[in-house]
DNA sequence: CGAAAAACTTTACTCACGTAAAGATAAACC
DNA sequence: GGTTTATCTTTACGTGAGTAAAGTTTTTCG
């Protein structure tokens, strides 16, 4: 490293012999250039350690290296490790990640797509709030930008969805608490903000009935992404009610099953599966978090590193590929992971 | 809205009958043009919601609104909560917040701070990796933009520091633990990424030394940022040696603790303060998880508004006002919260 | 070795806005 | 109402790179 500040492409051209757009042209794809070209420019850059300006490269690119990730709320751990794989990869491909939270506002989540526009992204990862998202204006955010969503459907909106397949999820839980036990009741919220957790009321109803059981869904009121909280008034609740008709409980997702056990806890009921334990809890998605509650959760667990390779390289497509016609949806079946909660 | 699509500033300036320096000036302070002229431009804003390109804008700027937020670890709802404080407040600054997530590599901590420097940061709010930082090249990086380190303290590097006091924390762990019980061992990872982890080692030996107990500390094994795997894994360890002199455990912080619960319950320990119970456990953080554990953990809770909220200011102030000689160390007292598990 | 192809240099224009200076208008003030 | 002052318009240049076109050099290949 030598002293001397380069400070433009113009001044590292000159120090490293090159002319400017043969340089410009190294930056934007090294291997555009003559192997001896790019050798020279690489021994100048160890010496001077240069990097193009970011927004002077944008200005004029029609398309950028940005790719946007915007995930509803990064407070919570499954978008959290979700988004840490997808940046992995999207770095990986070349690309340069931005990570962006909605932190559960739907006014913040236009606000951030709205910023997003003036970075030029290649593309689009987003994880909406579901059905507090302003659709409108997400789909002509979309109409601009090859959007990608994952986690939450929004029906039509963005050129593709990876997500998991909640009917999948729901049934396997189900179907395992019946056959080693009693048949479950669905603890839920009432206004859940994510689509999946009405496909997965439903998919619970439509697999107590073909059980031939007679389906009972717990939903509880409350707002925002407080969710063990929710989760664990509510049941407090449902405990004293003693309204449980058997004694295992379905939570639409690991975060309300993990407030069903601090409040199972709390009254002095013992969770888990075998002799002298008074319920059965069991949730959904495997959060980093669940398999050290007490007891460790049964849940069904979400492929992080399947669902964001496949999320980035499908949005890779989209953004060199045509814009294809059809939509498609990607949906990742989910695998029962057993511990002792249930 | 006029279906008009407005794409630069003279466009906008030609449709709003307003100069583009004015409305230049305009849109970096709305009040700095006078009343009249500030009317007549959000009357033709409404029309057709025109955002000026933000490469375009900072590309000239001696300065830019950009505000980087840099963590080591975005899956740890610590980082996660306290960065989301920190966006909002710099948001409500009118500044813009961009966050990183270093995922405990040093070298992606500084691939952040070389591709944030080229986005001509007003300033950066840095929670270092700590031990395994590239100190050299973070303290290069502080020359060049107003940096306000938080959360880990580098001695000397930044502007700044805005951290907990650690020495307090722990004092008021084992001085509760002491009165009400038996003296505490303390948990901790032998090799802490965080430099927090030794100061609190050194306050649990100093307290225990002046309250004339025999400190016990437990240092296990483990690197990376799996916290509740890593203790878990070492309190199975030294729960079947029982090599625990008395029944209370303080932990160096609550996702240690978090794994340590977890161990207790596997190994059929009743954890708590009372009959029946055969171990204490407390943990330090407040982690947003520790109320929903079983049983709810006894820890010393960060104050994340307060830190979040005197960071930002403090950032601001460094980059307003001219750079002081001195380097200003905030350190924030926690509180001690009883909650069931000691 | 000579011709064709590939890669490079030179030149010049573009992108969208910041910003400075000079002159024109509008507002404020006595 | 005239003067001062604040604000605006006009003009022009700067930012740092992308990119296109024409001309030159290097490489490849028969």
Redesign the pocket.
């Known amino acids: 490293m030598t002293d001397r500040k380069i400070?433009?492409?113009?001044e590292?051209a000159e120090v490293s012999?090159?002319?400017?757009?043969?340089?410009?042209?190294y930056?934007?794809d090294p291997d555009?250039?003559?192997k001896?070209?790019?050798e020279r420019i690489e021994v100048a850059l160890e010496q001077y350690h240069f990097?193009?300006?970011i927004?002077?490269?944008n200005?004029?690119?029609?398309l950028t290296k940005n790719i946007g990730i915007v995930v509803p709320y990064l407070a919570d751990p499954f978008f959290a490790e979700i988004a840490r794989h997808l940046e992995e990869r999207v770095i990986a491909a070349g690309y340069q990640p931005t990570l962006y939270s909605s932190h559960g506002d739907p006014k913040q989540e236009i606000e951030i797509l709205d910023g997003l526009l003036s970075l030029k992204p290649a593309g689009v990862l987003l994880a909406p709030l579901g059905r507090a998202s302003d659709r409108a204006e997400i789909e002509k955010f979309c109409r601009d930008v090859p959007t990608l969503l994952f986690d939450s459907n929004l029906d039509g909106i963005g050129q593709a969805f990876v997500g998991s397949d909640n009917f999948s999820f729901v049934t396997q839980t189900v179907e395992y608490l019946t056959r080693t036990g009693e048949p479950p009741s669905f603890f839920e919220m009432r206004t859940p903000a994510n689509p999946n957790a009405n496909k997965r009321r439903n998919a619970y109803i439509a697999t107590m009935e073909r059980l031939g059981y007679e389906p009972h869904v717990i939903s509880i009121d409350g707002e925002g992404w407080a969710f063990e909280e929710i989760g664990k008034r509510g049941a407090m609740q449902v405990l004293a009610d003693k309204s449980l008709p058997t004694n295992a409980v379905l939570c639409s997702n690991d975060r309300l099953a993990i407030g069903f056990l601090a409040a199972a806890y709390q009254s002095g009921l013992r969770v888990g599966h075998g002799e002298g334990c008074a319920l059965r809890i069991a949730g959904h998605d495997d959060h980093p978090w669940s398999q050290f509650t007490c007891p460790p959760l049964t849940t069904v667990s979400q492929d992080y590193t399947a669902i964001a390779e496949r999320s980035v390289d499908l949005l890779f497509g989209l953004i060199e590929g045509a814009r294809t016609e059809d939509r498609p949806e990607i949906l990742f079946d989910g695998k029962l992971v057993l511990r002792s909660s249930a």
Chains 1, 2 share one sequence.
Do not use: D, L, Y
């Open positions: 400070r433009t492409m113009e590292f012999g090159i002319s400017r757009p043969t340089v410009s042209k930056f934007n555009s250039v003559r001896t070209t790019r990097r193009p300006n927004f002077a490269m200005q004029n690119r029609k």
